[in-house]
């Protein structure tokens, strides 16, 4: 029997998980218990979501596919001896193998950033902040926040400190951006509204500047000035996890792994990579549905390469991109066209619960059941009940607007990518 290994068992470790032939010895190995729905892990923030209602568990989810899931954190890949080891010293050998690893935390070698600045990337990581954000507001004391980086996380973090804490007179918050704008690489109009928004409330943007340290309560920008900081929040980049870059596998340009069309590996035909790890060319933003849509791909071609049978070649879809602004705004983006509407929350909501779903059948019935209405349930009341009940409809539809026009063929994308996911 040919078998597979899976490093990651996220968006697309999970996605290729469910395309491996049963015929196939599958271990999928992942250091989590849990699947995280990370797209809306920042509404844990401001309460809107809990740490749960973004899970699920994977060894139901793996066992259901017929597969093996083990809980280990993998510390070495080695390509040529078609072998991973894990963090307990033990070995596997595979015939193929995906690495879906996803990202890491980059801190620029910022000091104390690891020490002192909170990592935004999982569900615990939010719920940990969350608790010190509470904390801090039931201090009685001033206090100040501060968002390190000015991309998608960042924004996002901002939103739901906004949502949540922005009658707080007592509560600053600042952005630090090392490039001239928030948002970098999307249509500056989004950046321009989001400063707009943000001028009723004490938030402080600083764009262009670059940190040289943070410790425990301060920061220190690249020109030498100290600032206050009790809270600081890191969501300042990304690079491939030690364990890959040590593999032996060829880095692109962008230091990501370079994959071929078919998502093999350039340097060893036997190991495939999809999702954020995935350097693919031309580069693709990291996000979800395309590590959902890689994830397929190359559990198809891994069956094929194990048969010898010719690979498909993965072909990224165009699809909008949703930018969440807490309850302030949210952003649909398809290249230069951007929508504004607060309501366009209930669209991002409406992916996460059809995904959810989508995912969820691969679980037992009892939990199907529980989890779907607890979701449903608790994004109603979070997310969509204050829009309607507090009579904010005529301000929704004053604040709705399309930001920005790129021209038809933006227009055609959008319909083309709204079809292809309303009849997958
Ligand atoms: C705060 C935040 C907001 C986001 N918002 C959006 C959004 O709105 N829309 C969107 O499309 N995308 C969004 N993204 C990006 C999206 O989450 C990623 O593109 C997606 O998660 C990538 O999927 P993946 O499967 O490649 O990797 P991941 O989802 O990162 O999964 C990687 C998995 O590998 C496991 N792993 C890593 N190293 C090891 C190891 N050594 N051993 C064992 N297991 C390991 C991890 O535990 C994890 O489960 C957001 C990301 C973040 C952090």
């Given at each position: 029997m040919k078998s597979v290994v899976i490093v990651g068992a996220n968006f697309a470790g999970l996605s290729a998980a469910s395309q491996l032939a049963s015929t196939i010895d599958v271990k999928v190995i992942d250091s989590q218990a849990n699947f995280e729905w990370t797209p809306n892990i920042h509404e844990?923030?401001?309460?809107?979501k809990q740490e749960t209602s973004v899970f699920?568990?994977?060894?139901?989810?793996?066992?259901?596919?017929?597969?093996?899931?083990?809980?280990?954190?993998?510390l070495q890949i080695d390509p040529e001896e078609q072998r991973i080891t894990l963090a307990d010293n033990s070995r596997l050998a595979f015939d193929?193998?995906?690495?879906?690893?996803?990202?890491?935390?980059?801190?620029?070698?910022?000091?104390?950033?690891?020490?002192?600045?909170e990592n935004f990337r999982t569900a615990q990581d939010v719920t940990r902040i969350r608790s010190k954000v509470e904390a801090l507001c039931r201090s009685g004391k001033a206090f100040s926040v501060t968002v390190v980086g000015g991309g998608f996380t960042g924004i996002e973090a901002l939103g739901e400190l906004l949502r949540r804490y922005r009658k707080n007179s007592r509560m600053s918050i600042r952005v630090i951006e090392r490039d001239s704008r928030l948002l970098a690489g999307q249509p500056a109009v989004i950046a321009e509204d989001i400063t707009r928004l943000c001028q009723p409330f004490n938030v402080d943007i600083r764009c262009g500047v670059g940190l040289k340290q943070v410790t425990r309560s301060s920061i220190v920008l690249d020109t030498g000035e100290k600032l206050e900081s009790d809270l600081t929040i890191w969501t300042a980049g990304t690079k491939i996890p030690e364990f890959v870059r040590n593999s032996g596998l060829q880095l692109d340009a962008g230091e990501m792994v370079e994959v071929q069309e078919n998502l093999q590996t350039r340097a060893f035909s036997n190991v495939f990579a999809a999702g954020d790890v995935a350097g693919f060319s031309p580069a693709l933003s990291k996000q979800a549905y395309h590590a959902l849509d890689m994830?397929?791909?190359?559990?198809?071609?891994?069956?094929?390469?194990?048969?010898?049978?010719?690979?498909?070649?993965?072909?990224?879809?165009?699809?909008?991109?949703?930018?969440?602004?807490?309850?302030?705004?949210?952003?649909?983006?398809?290249?230069?066209?951007?929508?504004?509407?607060?309501?366009?929350?209930?669209?991002?909501?409406a992916v996460y619960q059809l995904y959810m779903t989508q995912l969820s059948r691969s679980l037992p019935l009892q939990d199907i059941g529980g989890g779907l209405l607890n979701r449903a349930?608790?994004?109603?009341?979070?997310?969509?009940?204050?829009?309607?009940?507090?009579?904010?409809i005529l301000d929704v539809l004053r604040r709705s607007k399309v930001l920005q026009w790129g021209g038809l063929d933006d227009i055609e994308a959008f319909s083309r990518a709204m079809l292809i996911t309303a009849t997958r």
């Open positions: 844990i923030l401001s309460g809107v699920l568990e994977r060894p139901k989810i793996v066992a259901r596919l017929g597969h093996q899931f083990i809980q280990k954190p993998v193929a193998c995906l690495l879906a690893p996803g990202l890491s935390r980059n801190n620029h070698g910022v000091s104390g950033a690891e020490e002192y600045a994830g397929s791909i190359a559990g198809r071609n891994i069956n094929r390469y194990l048969k010898n049978q010719p690979m498909r070649s993965f072909v990224p879809a165009d699809k909008p991109i949703a930018l969440a602004f807490g309850d302030l705004n949210t952003y649909l983006i398809q290249q230069q066209t951007v929508f504004a509407s607060p309501l366009l929350a209930t669209a991002k909501e349930f608790g994004s109603m009341r979070n997310l969509l009940i204050p829009e309607v009940s507090r009579l904010k």
